[in-house]
T-cell receptor, first 112, second 112 residues
Framework: KQEVTQIPAALSVPEGENLVLNCSFTDSAIYNLQWFRQDPGKGLTSLLLIQSSQREQTSGRLNASLDKSSGRSTLYIAASQPGDSATYLCAVSLGGADGLTFGKGTHLIIQP | KAGVTQTPRYLIKTRGQQVTLSCSPISGHRSVSWYQQTPGQGLQFLFEYFSETQRNKGNFPGRFSGRQFSNSRSEMNVSTLELGDSALYLC???????????FGPGTRLLVL
């Protein structure tokens, strides 16, 4: 059974810092990995999707990497801003009709 | 392009009742998935529909069911509600397998 772990569970940093969120998964036979953010009481916003054949994806200040063989992904946020405060979730797909398996998330607070 | 919409946004029910939640996917998306989010268990996959067919179901009791219509809109039904069914129910749509999943704002269900 696929398990996804996210470290740290919570993180508080001052504005402007670069930071890294970690995600690990137990079954390396994934088809893709997706990073989301969730604001309190809201749905999920997709940030980046990395296919299993890819090593990284970038969108603006966000960069996500994938090391499928070691079962790890990182989300790098450059020059953090207070608006980045949210819960960040990592999810993997085994493909086909299988749903996403989510980690418990990292609760991020950016201090102004 | 309109995003994923879910109705109702909030719902209060009592134990033993049943409830139906609705999800309208992004236009052109044929895959719809449902997830349950609780503080204790996090996000868990309920089921996935593609072209009106349920292709996969998560580890939930038979009280949880769903369907998809020819226009890709989907409904999920929970019968004989229990207190533990209180959760945020999220719907996601995608073009198909291995594609980015886009989530709606969710329906918050409270069972009293």
């Amino acid at each position: 059974k696929q398990e996804v772990t996210q470290i740290p569970a919570a993180l508080s940093v001052p504005e402007g810092e670069n930071l890294v969120l970690n995600c690990s998964f137990t079954d390396s036979a994934i088809y893709n990995l997706q990073w989301f953010r969730q604001d309190p009481g809201k749905g999920l916003t997709s940030l980046l999707l990395i296919q299993s054949s890819q090593r990284e994806q970038t969108s603006g200040r966000l960069n996500a990497s994938l090391d499928k063989s070691s079962g790890r992904s990182t989300l790098y946020i450059a020059a953090s801003q207070p608006g980045d405060s949210a819960t960040y979730l990592c999810a993997v797909s085994l493909g086909g009709a299988d749903g996403l398996t989510f980690g418990k998330g990292t609760h991020l607070i950016i201090q102004p | 392009k309109a995003g994923v919409t879910q109705t109702p946004r909030y719902l209060i029910k009592t134990r033993g009742q049943q409830v139906t939640l609705s999800c309208s996917p992004i236009s052109g998306h044929r895959s719809v998935s449902w997830y349950q989010q609780t503080p204790g268990q996090g996000l868990q996959f309920l089921f996935e529909y593609f072209s009106e067919t349920q292709r996969n179901k998560g580890n939930f009791p038979g009280r949880f069911s769903g369907r998809q219509f020819s226009n890709s809109r989907s409904e999920m039904n929970v019968s004989t509600l229990e207190l533990g069914d209180s959760a945020l129910y999220l719907c996601a749509s995608s073009l198909g397998d291995l594609e980015t999943q886009y989530f709606g704002p969710g329906t918050r269900l409270l069972v009293l």
